[in-house]
Each structure stands twice: as C-alpha cells, then as structure tokens.
C-alpha cells in the first residue's frame, strides 16, 4: 500500500498546455504540500493545506491551482504552461504540519514542456 | 522568512571515507529533519532533533543539533556505495510550512 501516491509519474507536454497533477494520501494526514525540485535539487514549498483549506501559497504564478477535494487529496493543475515549468514536483502529506512530525512524499512527477 | 542555509552543496568521497553536512539558520528552531533522496527517488524522512544539544545515532550516522538550536550536523562514518544521494536538512516556518535546505549531494567512489 503506496502511502502518498501521485500520479502521472511522468508528463511531457507542449508549451501552452493546460495539465494536471493527482495526489492521495492514505495515512489519515491532516496536511498535505506540494514542493518543486529543480534540476538543482532543490525543494521549493509551492502549496501547503490543512483539511482542505489552503495555509500557504508561495510566490507561485497563478497558472498553478490546487484543489483539495476532502483532505486526503492535493491536486495540481496548472495552466497554460512554460518551458520554465519543467522540473519534477513532489506532493507530501504530515501529521501536525510542519512544526510536528514527519513528511512522507510521494513518488513525483517529472513535468517536461516542450 | 526563515532560511537553511546548507552545506556543503556537493561532496565526492572515496569510499570508506567520512561525510559530513552542515545546516545553520539565523533564527531559533523548534526542531530540525533530515531526509535522504537517492537518485531518481523522492525524500525520505531519516530523523528530527528537537532539543537543544540533541544527539542520535541510526548505526553509521550521527546527527547533532547545536546548544542554540540554530545548526545541525549529519555525519556519516566509513561512506558505502548505499549511502549515495542528496541530503537534506528541513524545519518548520510559521507552523505550517517545512522548508528545506539546498541539501547536499554524496557521491561515493568505490
């Protein structure tokens, strides 16, 4: 049983394009986050929820929407998307949130544009 | 906001030989993580330190967090091929948000 499962795993896709991203997680978490990696390594905070309300947003382009269904899903749809999108984004579930316990992350999700 | 800063960013070891990686904030932390991503993987929580001067020990590797609560070490004795990745130290800002450091890539040569 695949604790946080996000799918694609893989997404290529030509600039411009509208895509989404799916995430679930079976742990009973009540937050849940999605992060960007870059070609660096590394891991930017995107998005952070808390049963279902939205917490945190970065300084991310509006192009980028999640929506949380009930609190064991974060989806990622994005809009109309640029070259500069590319990397691979990484959705995670916690218990308490941040200042509590431990992150469990999903697979990823390697968005290529083309 | 609250920043990790962390390093070093890369480290090429010979095999056998010690690592160690470095995290420091200009600002108390309540606790600090560490998670490993192997390549082509995704992070994996290894350990939280929360008080102050806090030592623990998963079997080659020791992870410390500084009297002041602002530093926090991974050491990791006698390097195995297993060991590669990239290492990330991360802690919590206003409750809600885990920001990581820029984390610190091992490579092993055996």
């Known amino acids: 049983d695949t604790a946080v499962s996000q799918t694609p795993k893989y997404l290529v896709t030509q600039m411009g394009n509208d895509k989404s991203i799916k995430c679930e997680q079976n742990l009973g978490h009540d937050t849940m986050y999605w992060y960007k990696q870059d070609s660096k390594k590394f891991l930017k905070i995107m998005f952070s929820?808390?049963?279902?309300?939205?917490?945190i947003n970065e300084t991310v382009p509006n192009r980028f929407s999640p929506k949380s269904p009930d609190k064991a899903h974060l989806n990622l749809h994005i809009n109309s998307l640029e070259l500069g999108d590319s990397a691979v984004y990484f959705c995670?579930?916690?218990?308490?949130?941040?200042?509590?316990?431990?992150?469990?992350f999903g697979q990823g999700t390697r968005l290529t544009v083309v | 906001g609250q920043q990790v800063m962390q390093i070093p960013q890369y480290q090429h070891v010979q095999e056998g030989e010690d690592f160690t990686t470095y995290c420091n904030s200009s600002?108390?932390?309540?606790?600090i993580q560490w998670y490993k991503q192997r390549p082509g993987g995704h992070p994996v929580f290894l350990i939280q330190?929360?008080?102050?001067?806090e030592v623990k020990k998963q079997k080659r590797l020791t992870f410390q967090f500084g009297e002041a609560k602002k530093n926090s070490s991974l050491h990791i004795t006698a390097t195995q091929t297993t060991d590669v990745g990239t290492y990330f130290c991360a802690a919590p800002e206003y409750g809600n948000k885990l920001v990581f450091g820029a984390g610190t890539i091992l490579r092993v040569k055996s």
């Open positions: 929820y808390n049963n279902k309300e939205l917490i």
């Open positions: 600002t108390t932390l309540s606790n």
């Open positions: 995670a579930s916690s218990r308490l949130g941040g200042a509590g316990t431990e992150a469990f």
């Open positions: 330190l929360v008080k102050s001067g």
